[in-house]
């Protein structure tokens, strides 16, 4: 797991986490979650807020530019597919994928009130604040919707992200460990209705890319 939380101006930019799962012979399983990219204006707990594989729209010009980059590779921004995490088991032997139409990760009554609201002098405060988090803690109950909401999915608890010891930082992983973001085209092509309610980017300008 990987804090994506990086603290800018007068608020912390975009908390979220990536978590990559090893198996024998073939590429990681890789995903990404967060709140959403516009922060968490005025929290500075890192345990107040859900993540989820899924997130609403970005706001303000600056966000909105990097948006229309987004878009040039895919029309869904705002989600991350999970698809390929269930290609492989962990010793890489090939599997039918079953997988939910999103993830969502709520914190657990052990870590959300950990940590204060205010907004400390030290804006890197997260990581003295992630350290001292007890050992082996449950983090989050990771809740998985079993398809769309309009086409009768249903939020299905399916277990807990667990510490494994403490966190911890390490040179390795602030300059050489990356997270895949997949893309939610590759979860469409196996479930073509699952995508037809997803929200697409749209230049406000009503440009094209």
Same mark, same amino acid.
């Not at 797991?1 to 800018?8: D, G, I, L, V």
């Given at each position: 797991?990987?804090?994506?939380?990086?603290?800018?101006g007068?608020?912390?930019?975009?908390?979220?986490?990536?978590?990559?799962?090893?198996?024998?012979?073939?590429?990681?399983?890789?995903?990404?979650?967060?709140?959403?990219?516009?922060?968490?204006?005025?929290?500075?707990?890192?345990?107040?807020?859900?993540?989820?594989?899924?997130i609403?729209?970005?706001?303000?010009?600056?966000?909105?530019? @990097?948006?229309?980059? &987004? #878009?040039? %590779?895919?029309?869904?921004?705002?989600?991350?597919? !999970?698809? +390929?995490?269930?290609?492989?088991?962990?010793?890489?032997?090939?599997?039918?994928?079953?997988?939910?139409?999103?993830?969502?990760?709520?914190?657990?009554?052990? @870590?959300?009130k950990? &940590? #204060?609201? %205010?907004?400390?002098?030290?804006?890197?405060?997260? !990581?003295? +604040?992630?350290?001292?988090?007890?050992?082996?803690?449950?983090?989050?109950?990771?809740?998985?919707?079993?398809?769309?909401?309009d086409?009768?999915?249903?939020? @299905?608890?399916i277990?807990?992200?667990?510490?494994?010891?403490?966190?911890?930082?390490?040179?390795?992983? +602030?300059?050489?460990?990356?997270?895949?973001?997949q893309?939610?085209?590759?979860?469409?092509?196996?479930?073509?209705d699952w995508?037809?309610?997803?929200?697409?980017?749209?230049?406000?300008?009503?440009f094209?890319?």
């Open positions: 797991m990987s804090s994506a939380a990086k603290p800018t007068s608020q912390p930019l975009a908390p979220g986490f990536g978590l990559k799962f090893l198996r024998d012979g073939v590429d990681s399983a890789n995903l990404v979650a967060m709140y959403g990219v516009n922060g968490t204006p005025g929290d500075w707990n890192f345990f107040e807020k859900s993540f989820t594989t899924h609403g729209s970005a706001s303000g010009a600056a966000l909105q530019a @990097v948006a229309a980059k &987004f #878009s040039t %590779a895919t029309d869904f921004i705002q989600q991350v597919g !999970l698809s +390929d995490m269930a290609k492989f088991d962990k010793s890489g032997k090939t599997e039918t994928p079953v997988f939910p139409h999103m993830l969502k990760f709520v914190p657990t009554s052990s @870590v959300n950990l &940590f #204060s609201n %205010a907004e400390p002098s030290n804006k890197m405060q997260y !990581l003295d +604040d992630l350290k001292s988090v007890p050992a082996d803690s449950a983090l989050y109950d990771v809740i998985a919707l079993t398809a769309p909401v086409q009768g999915g249903k939020e @299905v608890t277990g807990q992200l667990v510490l494994d010891g403490q966190f911890t930082t390490t040179k390795w992983g +602030d300059e050489h460990l990356f997270f895949r973001h893309m939610q085209d590759d979860d469409n092509k196996l479930k073509p995508a037809k309610g997803l929200p697409t980017w749209k230049c406000p300008l009503g094209k890319w």
